[in-house]
């Protein structure tokens, strides 16, 4: 279970959940065409893909102990949590913009930005027309980590206290820029994984008990947020998927088939620069592909492991083979 002090189940929880997201990105606007099972299989994919991730931080935030720092080391919380996160938001989202702008006159780019001013205000105030919305986690995930100890001074100490109030955050209407809304809606995850951390053996034994139990619950959830999507809100499905997913996911990595797949934990361990550098790497592999043949009809069957390939291996071996020569960038992809 440990490798280094690391909680091996928790890294292989991240290899399943980058996956996911590799598989949600390799279409990015328009599907190909004659391939609905793909935009079902999509569909699906994020109704819980990124709740899972914010389980997954809060549980390691809340483990780690940084979710309840004295106040006197919140400054520096906050500048080791910038360097880790703003700083590659910024550096990544800004390639993204550049890679896209240069790039468009030549090859299929995907969410082209229309000039170089409208792709800043878009990357960091009207953030839902973002040219790089695949980085959105990162900046959220900071502020998250930095509220997260004053505001459980505020609340007693009291992560419950603290669920309460995200849940309200979850319902309430909240403006669309800054990813504030993002903010308000995927706290509440955080804040259950951060419980999940805190109720520690029982946790982990309700997941294993039940595993089963949770992942059929969860295809029954994801069922049910397709065929009644009229009645079922997406903030509600989005809510109800989400929940399941956590000790669904999290109980599956955990199964013996699962618990020593060092595929998974290979690339849970490199889940970060994964996430930073998929959508490049899958942009410039699908333009490249484009230029043979379209991505409609059958050639999907090609495009998409190929993308998938592209979207998973490709930040590893530039993180390892030019990342890894340039300290600044090594450390802030670790």
């Given at each position: ?290 230029k043979l043949m379209p991505w409609d009809g059958l050639n999907f069957l090609l495009y998409a492991p190929v993308l998938m390939a592209a979207g998973t291996f490709g ?20």
């Amino acid at each position: 279970m440990q490798n280094n002090n690391r909680r091996e189940d928790l890294d292989r929880a991240k290899g399943l959940g980058i996956l996911l997201v590799v598989l949600g990105h390799i279409v990015a606007r328009q599907p190909p065409l004659h391939n609905e099972w793909y935009v079902v299989l999509k569909y699906a994919i994020y109704q819980f893909h990124m709740p899972f991730f914010m389980y997954l931080s809060g549980y390691v935030t809340f483990l780690s102990g940084a979710a309840r720092l004295p106040s006197q080391a919140w400054p520096k919380l906050a500048a080791r949590r910038a360097s880790r996160l703003l700083l590659p938001f910024v550096i990544f989202g800004l390639t993204i913009v550049a890679g896209k702008l240069l790039l468009g006159p030549y090859l299929h780019v995907d969410n082209l930005p229309m000039s170089a001013g409208q792709a800043l205000s878009a990357l960091l105030w009207d953030t839902d027309h973002s040219p790089a919305t695949s980085v959105w986690y990162i900046a959220v995930l900071f502020v998250l980590c930095v509220s997260t100890p004053p505001l459980l001074r505020l609340l007693a100490g009291r992560t419950r206290n603290l669920l309460l109030l995200t849940v309200a955050l979850y319902v309430l209407p909240v403006p669309h820029v800054m990813y504030l809304d993002r903010v308000a809606g995927y706290y509440v995850f955080f804040v259950l994984g951060g419980l999940a951390a805190e109720a520690g053996e029982h946790w982990l034994g309700i997941m294993d008990r039940h595993v089963r139990g949770w992942l059929a619950a969860l295809v029954a959830a994801l069922a049910a947020s397709y065929f009644l999507s009229t009645w079922l809100t997406h903030p509600a499905a989005l809510f109800l998927c989400g929940v399941i997913s956590m000790p669904a996911l999290h109980g599956l990595v955990r199964l013996p088939a699962l618990s020593k797949a060092q595929g998974l934990l290979l690339v849970g361990c490199y889940s970060f620069v994964i996430y930073l550098l998929n959508t490049p790497c899958i942009g410039l592999a699908k333009a490249l592909l484009w230029k043979l043949m379209p991505w409609d009809g059958l050639n999907f069957l090609l495009y998409a492991p190929v993308l998938m390939a592209a979207g998973t291996f490709g930040p590893i071996l530039i993180k390892r083979h030019l990342l890894r020569r340039i300290p600044a960038l090594d450390r802030m992809t670790a």
